[in-house]
Structure formats: structure tokens, C-alpha cells
């Protein structure tokens, strides 16, 4: 089986996950790594152990079949736009785009071309998020009526000034919600289905930055059942994010990446253990094990024809949230 060929849009630290997961993915290759900056490529073959090159340049290969895109996120509707056009599979990191236009754009594009968009959500490909799902869609909890997302994580002031783009309404989108918050949006979103009222607060406490470091909220679902949401990046040294959804016959609470507690009788014993601050603590504290399977499956959903198990529509839905959250607490 030929592999499917990647070229991987930026080199920053995100993309280390993709790499790791493209070696570990059967019938997946990583072919170059795309940026602007041709002084920078010598460097950047060398680090990576591929072809470095210009995004015209990946583009213009013909055997290169697909794009993950670890840019700044405020590029990426233009890049999979462009990458869709010429034909090229795309996979793109969180926020899939800052805009509901621009998603909307993204996925119009993806669907004229033939190609498959996959947005990295990776935590709905984990073991304790996906038995979660599977409980709620069994009705083992009964009838779902609250979940909240708790993330206190911190992000020092150097984390922003690594790139002039972070912490920046332009090229970020947001804050705490738009670039940590959104997986555990994300995961509300997919359990709940779509909010129909939203409420919101949010500051800027701590951090030097045009964006939100903190921010609560309360959402309403067309169930009747209430979610809310409290993050902020200023909580030092950071601590292991909390996900929970209590229904009227049960309830699973996550804390990291893992149960530490449940009504569901058959949740697997290897899923359930005490959390680690892991993302909480840096940007590089989560493990590579989401963005693996989310790679595989990207890498099957091309093969077989199928969607991927996150897609543009479902890409664009927590950004939708994320969107209506910043426009309740006056941001956007």
C-alpha cells in the first residue's frame, strides 16, 4: 500500500505531535515540512528529517496527498482553502478557523475539490471521553442535565511572547476559551449538542494581551440541560482540567484524561486513575496518544471515502460556541 504523503505547515511545537503520530501511523508518511522562510529550511530538514519548502512549492508536488496544519490560527482558512484547491486531503489544528465564514469557506472548498477535512479534537478519539459518549448515547446516565468544564491552567507571560501572533484578537481569536478552552467546548458540544442560550464574562487579569485570561460562562441546551464554563490561564503551576456530566441516573467524572469517578458499571479499569496537571501546566504537558488515533483515523477516512471522526461541520460547531460565548461577554 503506497503511503498517503503529508506535508506538515509549521514547525512549532504542536507539529512534534504530528510527526510522532504520522511514525506511528501504518500507511502514513511525513514528506516535508512547509515554511515561508527559505533561510529557515536547511534548519528545518535537519530538525525534522524531511524536505523543507514553501507552501507554493507543496502545493505544486503532485506526490504529496495531504496537509496538517500547525500555523497560527488565524492562517488557516486561507492555507486549507488553497491546500483544497489544489487538491490536497487537509487536517487542520484547533481552532479550525476564526470565523464562522471562514469555516463555512473551508468546508465549501473542501466538499467542490473532493477532499477530506478533519479538524484535531483528539480527546474525542480518547478512551474516557468516548466512553462518556457511549454512555450518554446508551441513556445509561437517563436524561443528561449538567456538565461543567473547569480549567485552570496557566500560561506564564513568556508562552505569550514566544510570537508576536499569540495573545492577539487577530491572529489567535481569543484567549484562554478560543486556544486551550474549545477541546473541552468541544467536548460539551458533543454531548450535549448545541447550546441555544449562552451567558458569559470575561477578563483580562494577569497576562499582557489583547485576549481574554480568564473567563466563566453558563450555557443552556435545547435538552433544558445547563453546562458551564470557568477557565483561565493564570492559575500557577497549573492544574489537571476537569469534565463532567451528571444525568438523571448517573454521572462520570474526568479529570485530565482520565475517570476518577462513575456510575457506569462497564467503564474499563484502565481509563479510570487520579489526573496529572498535564496541559494544565504547559502547553506541552498532553501526551501524543489523541493526536495518534486522530491521524489514523484522518488516514483511514481517505482511504475508505468515509467522514473523519471529527469533520468540518463538527469542527465549526464548537467554534460556533466558542464565538457565541465571546459575543454574550461583550469580547467580540
Not at 506535508?7 to 514528506?31: F, I, K, N, S
Not at 462518556?132 to 496557566?154: F, H, M, N, Q, W
Request: glycine share 12%; with cysteine.
Amino acid at each position: 500500500m503506497t503511503p498517503l504523503r503529508f506535508a506538515l505547515y509549521g514547525p512549532g511545537m504542536v507539529a512534534r505531535y504530528h510527526q510522532a503520530a504520522l511514525a506511528a501511523t501504518d500507511g502514513a508518511e511525513l514528506a516535508a515540512v512547509v515554511h515561508p522562510d527559505t533561510a529557515r529550511h536547511a534548519a528545518l530538514s535537519e530538525a525534522f528529517g524531511v524536505p523543507a519548502c514553501t507552501e507554493p512549492q507543496a502545493l505544486a508536488n503532485p506526490t504529496f496527498d495531504a496537509v496538517i496544519l500547525c500555523t497560527p490560527s488565524g492562517q488557516h482558512a486561507a492555507q486549507a482553502i488553497r491546500a483544497a484547491q489544489a487538491g490536497k486531503h487537509v487536517l487542520v489544528e484547533k481552532p479550525m478557523a476564526l470565523t464562522r465564514a471562514d469555516a463555512s469557506a473551508m468546508i465549501a472548498a473542501c466538499d467542490e475539490a473532493g477532499v477530506t477535512l478533519g479538524v484535531v479534537y483528539q480527546r474525542r478519539a480518547l478512551a474516557p471521553f468516548t466512553t462518556l459518549a457511549e454512555a450518554i448515547s446508551l441513556g445509561t446516565l437517563g436524561d443528561p442535565t449538567l456538565g461543567t468544564v473547569v480549567l485552570p491552567y496557566r500560561r506564564d507571560q513568556a508562552y505569550y511572547n514566544q510570537a508576536a501572533w499569540r495573545g492577539t484578537w487577530a491572529h489567535d481569536g481569543g484567549g484562554v476559551l478560543m486556544n486551550q478552552g474549545i477541546h473541552l467546548v468541544d467536548l460539551l458540544v458533543w454531548c450535549f449538542g448545541d447550546p441555544v442560550a449562552v451567558q458569559a464574562q470575561g477578563a483580562t487579569l494577569a497576562r499582557a494581551v489583547e485576549v481574554e485570561d480568564t473567563l466563566v460562562a453558563t450555557l443552556r441546551f435545547g435538552s433544558g440541560a445547563l453546562a458551564t464554563v470557568t477557565a483561565t490561564t493564570t492559575a500557577d503551576p497549573g492544574f489537571a482540567h476537569r469534565f463532567e456530566v451528571y444525568g438523571t441516573r448517573g454521572g462520570v467524572q474526568i479529570e485530565g484524561e482520565r475517570i476518577i469517578a462513575s456510575s457506569v458499571a462497564a467503564v474499563p479499569a484502565e481509563v479510570i486513575g487520579g489526573g496529572t496537571p498535564g496541559a494544565g501546566g504547559s502547553a506541552g504537558g498532553i501526551q501524543a496518544d489523541g493526536h495518534i488515533a486522530i491521524v489514523r483515523d484522518f488516514v483511514e477516512a481517505v482511504r475508505t471515502g468515509r467522514a473523519p471522526l471529527v469533520d468540518g461541520a463538527e469542527g465549526r460547531r464548537s467554534l460556533e460556541v466558542v464565538l457565541s460565548i465571546y459575543e454574550a461577554a461583550g469580547l467580540r
